[in-house]
């Protein structure tokens, strides 16, 4: 018997999106991400399937790919969780949201609360809905 290989890290999370561009557009504004041109993902006639954001903060990177299908079949399943220092760190998300500057969402309940494990949706406008959750107390397996 061989021995188990060990990973040495995520290379990067995909995320199904219905939207590339909307999409892309979301990220900028509420995350300040910006899309590297770069790593741009297209087709052999040139058409463009998957873009990489550069998110400030993340540890890993986020491709964004085209998939309306895969992207429609994962309501309801956790969506990706943004780390945030405290509790009272995403009440400056919200102001964020709240923005002329943030395009119009579903997600978050005003004014309600973040759940009991701290975090809040946020739901992106072509892709799964977001979570932030504080660094200390609730974590997920």
């Known amino acids: 018997m061989s021995a188990r290989p060990v990973a040495?890290?995520?290379h990067h999370?995909?995320?199904?999106?219905s939207e590339l561009e909307r999409t892309t557009a979301w990220?900028?504004?509420v995350l300040s991400a910006r899309r590297l041109a770069e790593f741009g993902h297209v087709t052999q006639d040139g058409q463009l399937f998957a873009v990489i954001p550069d998110v400030p903060g993340a540890d890993?990177?986020?491709e964004l790919r085209l998939d309306?299908?895969?992207a429609?079949?994962?309501a309801g399943f956790d969506p990706p969780t943004l780390t945030v220092t405290d509790r009272a760190e995403p009440d400056g998300w919200i102001r964020h949201h709240d923005t002329p500057d943030v395009p119009?969402?579903?997600?978050?309940?005003r004014p309600g609360r973040p759940s009991p494990g701290?975090?809040?949706p946020r739901r992106c406008p072509a892709s799964a809905p977001h979570r932030r959750a504080p660094r200390t107390g609730h974590r997920t397996p």
């Open 8 to 10: 040495r890290g995520l």
């Open 13 to 17: 999370i995909g995320i199904p999106v």
């Open 27 to 29: 990220y900028r504004s």
């Open 60 to 62: 890993v990177p986020v």
């Open 68 to 70: 309306p299908a895969t």
């Open 72 to 74: 429609g079949r994962r």
């Open 104 to 109: 119009p969402h579903t997600g978050h309940r």
């Open 118 to 120: 701290g975090s809040r």
